[in-house]
C-alpha cells in the first residue's frame, strides 16, 4: 500500500502472513496475496487492508479444541497445588533430619560387606579383580603360550573365553546385583564365523601388552584407530576388548585402557587426583568431570548428608547453578544417560569411604529406572566386573510414577509411553531383581497401568526452580525414597 502524507511503508509481521494463510485455508479458497507492505500513516499507525486480525484470532482459539482448553485451565489448579505442597516445607534442619539419621547409620556399622567368597560362591562365578601391570603381563603370555601349543597340537589357534551370554547371567539376590557364571567357550581360527573375532582379540592383546610394557594409558578410541581396517567399527573393539578383560581376569584398567571422559560431579567433596586437590565446590555451574582412571583419585573427604544420583545433564546443570548442595549439603553426580565405567567405579568409591546413602533422582519411564539399577544392580555385559561397579543400597527419590499425581503434574507435561517404553517395562518386571523389590515393580507397574511417562524437567510446569526448592526438599522431609 502507498503510505499516507509523511509515512513509511511498514512490512505485514511472520504472525499477518501466517493468519492470512489459515484464513485462507478456511475459506476453501486459494492462498491471498498478501501486500508488500502497509500503510504507516502519520501520526499513528496504519492498518492492512486484508487486516481483519480480530476474526482471524477467534478462529484460531476455536481451533485450541477442547483438550487443550482444559490443560490450559488446568495449568492454573496445578500452579496451586504446587504453592500447597511448597507450604508443607519446614525449616532446613527438618528436611535434613531422616537423612542425618541414615548416615550416623551407616557411620557405625562395621558389618563388612557380602562377597561371593563369604557366600561360598566363588567357585560357581567368575569376577576379575585389579591387577598389577606385571601380572597383567604374565597372564597375556600364558593365554598365547597356551595357543601356541593348541597351534602345535594340531587344534588350531583359538582362546577359551568366558561365555557372556544372556543364560550366562544370574542375579544373586544377597548380594543383590547381578554376577557372570564360570562358563566358558571355545573360541577357534578355523571356525569360520569366529576368524574375525579371534583375530581382533589377538590385535588387542599385542595392543594391550605394548600398553603395560611401556606404562601409558590409551583410551578405547585409540585402540580402535590403531587398526580400523581390522575393528572396522569400534563397537566390535569394545566388545572384544570385554571378552579380552574377562579372560584376563582383570579389570580394564588394570590393561591400561579406559574411555573418554564423561561424567560429572559438583558439591560438598574433596579429594586428590594424581596428587592435586580437588575441591568440588569451587567448580562452577560445570561441574568436575570424573576422571577415567579412578585409581588416581584418593583422599576423599566430605561433610555431606548423601549422595544425589541424577540420570540427566540437564537436571544437574540445574542443581548445580541452584548451588542446592549449599542449602542441602550433599555431592551430585551424574553419568548423563547411560552410565560409564568410571562413573560407575566412582559412585561406588563415595559410598565405600565416606559411607553416604545414595538418592537416585530419574525420569520417571522404564529408561529411568533401567539405568538407576545398572548403577546399584550392574550391567549385563559387564557383569564379570559387578563387584567394582555397583554400588549396593541406593534408594528411588524420585521422579516416579505415583509423583505424577501426588504432586499434580500438569496433562501436557506428562507423555504417553511408546509401544517400546511398554515392552521395556514389562521385561523389566520380570527380571529377578525387580521381582525382588516389590515397591520398584509397583510403581514400575501404575506407569503401565496408566500408560503415561515424565521427565525430570516435566516439574519445570511449576517454576525452573521448583525441582530444588520444592520437589527434592519436600521428599526428602518426607523420607519419600524406596
Known sequence: ????????????????????????????????EMPAGRAKAKGGKGRSKVGAKKPIAKRRKANVGKKKQREVEDEGWDAKAGKELAARLGSDDDILRHVRKIKEKLRLDDAKPKTLSSLNLAAKFREVVDK??????TEIERVILDAAASILEGDGLGFHVPSRGASNQHYVQELD??????????????NRAEVRKVAIMSRLMQLVYELCSKDITATKRDLFYSDVKLFKKQDESDAALEDVTCMLGCTRCSLHVVASEKGLVVGRLRYREAGDLIDCTRMGVGGKAIPSNIQKCTDFESDAEFILLVEKD???????????????????ITGKGQPDVATRQFLRKMHQDLKLQVLALVDADPYGLNIMSVYTRGSKNMSFDSSNLTTPGIKWLGVRPSDLDRFKLPN???????????????????????????EWSKELQIMLDTGEKAEIQALSSFGFQY?????????????DWI
Open 1 to 32: 500500500e502507498k503510505a499516507g502524507s509523511g509515512g513509511g511503508v511498514e512490512q505485514p509481521t511472520e504472525a499477518e502472513r501466517e493468519a492470512v494463510l489459515l484464513l485462507s485455508a478456511s475459506r476453501g479458497v486459494g492462498v491471498l
Open 132 to 137: 598389577d601391570t606385571r601380572s597383567v603381563l
Open 177 to 190: 546385583r547381578i554376577v557372570l557364571k564360570d562358563s566358558k567357550t571355545q573360541r577357534s581360527f578355523g
Open 314 to 332: 540437564a537436571a544437574f546443570q540445574r542443581l548445580a547453578e541452584d548451588r542446592f548442595y549449599n542449602r542441602f549439603p550433599c555431592i551430585i
Open 412 to 438: 501436557q507435561c506428562r507423555l504417553d509411553m511408546t509401544e517400546h517404553d511398554k515392552r521395556m517395562g514389562e521385561k523389566l518386571l520380570k527380571e529377578d531383581f525387580m521381582k525382588a523389590n516389590p
Open 467 to 479: 525441582l530444588t526448592e520444592v520437589y527434592l526438599p519436600l521428599k526428602l522431609q518426607e523420607k
